[in-house]
């Protein structure tokens, strides 16, 4: 197995390695490498000036498989300064996820930048985390996790950070976008409430705002989970780099008992 989420096959295919396994049922993919893939093929979309991806929407469209994956991006809508940008993945000729990203030029807006907001202590202050031994590891255990308030192995609001311990594609190093997107899915197991052994709590889409361009391996996710009375949730979470808040990410989130199915 590649010492990478996915091996390219050439083209716009790839194959997923078992580091990408996520928790849920045997075979399935955590959504962070898949996200991460998705925003890599939004961001390799040619920008005629400076731009910088302002939103990025991932529609999960159904389990996505530690298997082959194909990949298709384009630009929806292009203009002088706003773009809309989409990529989808299918697999075995089914679609199993579809970003949409809104792209905006830049201009210098130095002189009435907002404060970014309090800082997370440092991910080398942190608590390096450690998982029960029942919980999958493929993804978990290819990512370094430190804790700095709450814990992701403990219920509750909790802030971590996370490092990529393997490229995302093998043979190249990842962007920092791709580092964010490959962590902010992550933001309802990080603030998790509920028993995973007994309880479903998937996102159906994950959704991240960006006030600038994120910088570096490490991401902080600052997060809290809120579940409703009908069976649906929000996980939502600011999210940093080492200069502080980067942006904002949310999930809505299917809340049910594991006995009562999911999907």
Known sequence: ?????????GGERYAATEH??????????????PSA?????????????????????????GPAPVAE???RSWIERPGR???????ELSAGGRLIARASAWRIATTDTTSVATDAGP??????????????ADWRGGYLNAVEWRAVRGSISAPGPAAVWGRQ???LVDGEEPTALQRLFAVADSANGVSHFLPADDWWFINSELTVHLRRAPEGEWIGLDAVTLVGPHGVGT??????????PVGTGAQALLVRPRQAGGG
């Open 69 to 71: 994956l194909n990949q």
């Open 119 to 132: 800082l997370l202590p440092s991910a080398e202050a942190g608590t390096e985390t450690t998982f029960p």
């Open 165 to 167: 311990r393997i490229p």
């Open 20 to 33: 990408t396994s996520g928790p849920w049922a045997p075979g399935a993919q955590h959504f962070g490498p």
């Open 81 to 87: 300064s706003v773009e809309l940008l989409q990529s």
């Open 235 to 244: 996980a939502t979470s600011t999210v940093h780099d080492g200069s502080g």
């Open 1 to 9: 197995m590649a010492d990478a989420f996915y091996v390219p096959l």
């Open 37 to 61: 893939l998705l925003a890599r093929g939004l961001e390799r979309l040619e920008a005629p000036h400076p731009a910088l991806i302002a939103r990025v929407t991932i529609e999960i469209l």
